[in-house]
């Protein structure tokens, strides 16, 4: 018996592959074999019309929905969206979660040993861009023997790697589906990540990221990169709703030793988070994020670079993400219209900043849930 | 999926009739979609709609058409100078704020625009106020005064007179009864008896040029 929620997948089992072609990267670096760890939910038809990529955002991997025991307290980070009779509904989709390149949950990354050298390779790794991570994804649906995917899908640096599909290999994408994302980051954006970084190299622990070599790890810098961002991905009114000025410990009447509910939930986000996370996989991610923006080859012409897209596109912003604001996906809508492509919006108001893409808000679930119903009729057509 | 509506309002019928096959269209106040939804199949248009209600949004999403969140009142400078060959707003005028800027952005974005309203100058209306001096509820006026959407209602007579102020030149008037049908009384004199003007719009000639 099973105690598993019935709008679950249920039990997922991870899957590995190797690819031994090489791949050349951005960097100018190749990589000549790689490995990349994935999950797949509901099943791909008989005409391999139905499959959908889904894209994983800085901190994200490949297990996006399910359980991997039936004792696991959390299901995938994407539960809210994968499953029978959501909006990525497994009933009529067969959907692809993978750890991208340069990850630390499988996939080959800065923990993975360096063939030619025998050891780990830690920071020489090679940089990788939005665009790597897209070529390596194709390998993974050629392997899948998936032609075309009927969407992909992502939020954040996953809805990144979605227009990015549809820019580099217009005839494998039918529909992309982007959510609180945006063109390129801005300048503030870029500062926050910076300051994430630096934490992390200021961690003594750092060892300029030999830290393996030294049977340490920064989670000092880790912690202090994540609790910086966690910020960055809610609002101001989220903060206050969940916290307010509540004191978890200490007395505030005569300022002593006192600690903000805020405080002690921020260390723990922090402190779980670097105890799970690499912090030279953390370092790539934010840099891949920060060098995102396919326009630069098209002179800074955003609706050039869809130009040769195919795809019709979702995109949805929320009224309070100030890291990836509505203006950014407005940006994306405009350059889209220019380039005439189908493209449709929807803003939602939800008080969650950034981090609303991942909870189930009834109209992003709806306006969600409408368009991938969309797409599945397509799909069995 | 909602298929595109094999029947559609008389309004909007009598405007589809008015695109050209494969036209770009820009749709401000686009209701569900019916018009897009209608006109992606009939006549293969590249059309996006403007809305703010999020059903109405939902509701174009699930049948395919292109919908985008926007205030009609608020953004329409991000459209491109004739990036659209027509843009279409029925009975949208009379809710807007600007409704004179919302005409000139509609004839800038496109060289043609078709409009729809209610017609205030209608013989009921004049009548209401009249005879009651109180604010007209009307079949095609549904709402109390301080809870209508319609913040900007005015007759066809206003309506051309701000035309010709804005350099609006009408390419064509249809004006039809609350049923949307056209008829000899209301073509005689429109202004009293007509509920709803269709009207045609396009930029007015340049000087010393005849087109």
């Known amino acids: 018996m099973t105690a598993l929620p019935s709008d679950s997948v249920g039990i997922v089992v991870p899957q590995h592959v190797a690819f031994d072609s090489p791949l050349s990267l951005t960097c100018g670096a190749v990589l000549d074999r790689h490995e990349l760890v994935y999950e797949t939910y509901g099943t791909l038809n008989a005409e391999r019309s139905n499959a959908v990529l889904v894209c994983h955002a800085l901190s994200g991997h490949h297990h996006a929905a399910g359980y991997h025991h039936e004792s696991d307290r959390k299901p995938g980070w994407w539960e809210t969206c994968i499953g029978p009779g959501k909006p990525m509904d497994t009933n009529r989709f067969f959907i692809v979660s993978l750890n991208n390149l340069g990850g630390c949950h499988g996939s080959t990354g800065p923990g993975s040993v360096n063939p030619e050298t025998g050891q780990v390779f830690g920071p020489d790794f090679p940089a990788i861009t939005v665009r790597d991570w897209v070529r390596s994804q194709v390998m993974l649906a050629d392997h899948l023997g998936i032609e075309q995917w009927a969407a992909v899908v992502g939020g954040s640096l996953g809805g990144m790697q979605a227009l990015q599909w549809s820019i580099d290999f217009p005839e494998r994408v039918r529909h992309v589906v982007a959510i609180a994302c945006a063109p390129r980051l801005s300048a503030q954006n870029i500062a926050f990540n910076e300051i994430a970084r630096q934490a992390i190299y200021s961690d003594p622990c750092f060892h300029g990221g030999r830290y393996a070599e030294h049977g340490v790890a920064p989670t000092q810098g880790l912690m202090l990169a994540r609790m910086v961002g966690h910020v960055t991905y809610q609002s101001d009114d989220g903060l206050r709703e969940k916290f307010g000025r509540e004191v978890a410990s200490g007395d505030l009447e005569f300022a002593r030793d006192v600690q903000f509910q805020v405080e002690s939930y921020l260390h723990y986000q922090g402190r779980s988070f670097s105890q799970r996370f690499d912090a030279n996989t953390y370092l790539l991610m934010t840099r891949a994020l920060d060098y995102f923006d396919p326009a630069q080859e098209y002179g800074d012409d955003l609706a050039a670079a869809f130009a040769r897209s195919q795809a019709s596109y979702l995109l949805v912003s929320f009224t309070t993400d100030w890291r990836f604001s509505s203006e950014r996906s407005r940006e994306l809508v405009d350059a889209l219209v220019r380039a005439r492509r189908n493209v449709s919006h929807a803003d939602i108001d939800a008080p969650y900043g950034h981090d609303a893409f991942l909870l189930p808000i009834a109209r992003y679930m709806d306006v969600f849930g409408a368009y991938m119903d969309r797409v599945g009729s397509e799909a069995s057509a | ?211």
């Open chain 2, 1 to 211: 999926m909602n298929p595109a509506p094999t029947t559609l309002r008389e309004d909007l019928r009598l405007i589809a009739e008015l695109v050209p096959e494969g036209a770009r269209v820009l749709d401000l106040g686009c209701g569900t979609g019916d018009l897009l939804a209608w006109l992606q199949q009939h006549r293969q248009v590249n059309g996006y709609g403007l809305e703010i209600d999020h059903d109405k949004i939902t509701a174009c999403i699930d049948r395919g058409v292109n919908v985008i969140e926007r205030n009609i009142d608020e953004d329409l400078s991000e459209f491109d100078t004739d990036s659209f060959d027509l843009v279409v707003m029925t009975e949208t005028l009379q809710a807007v704020r600007q409704p004179a800027r919302v005409l000139d952005e509609m004839l800038r974005i496109a060289p043609e625009g078709i409009v729809t309203f209610p017609n205030f100058g209608h013989w009921r209306c004049r009548l209401h106020l009249a005879t009651r001096g109180r604010m007209p509820v009307a079949n095609h006026l549904p709402h109390s005064w301080y809870d209508t959407p319609n913040i900007h209602l005015c007759t066809f007579a206003d309506f051309e007179a701000l035309c010709a102020e804005r350099g609006l030149r009408i390419t064509r008037r249809l004006v039809v009864d609350a049923n949307y049908r056209p008829n000899n009384v209301i073509n005689r004199w429109s202004n009293l008896f007509g509920s709803i003007a269709i009207y045609g719009l396009a930029r007015a000639a340049a000087p010393g040029r005849s087109s």
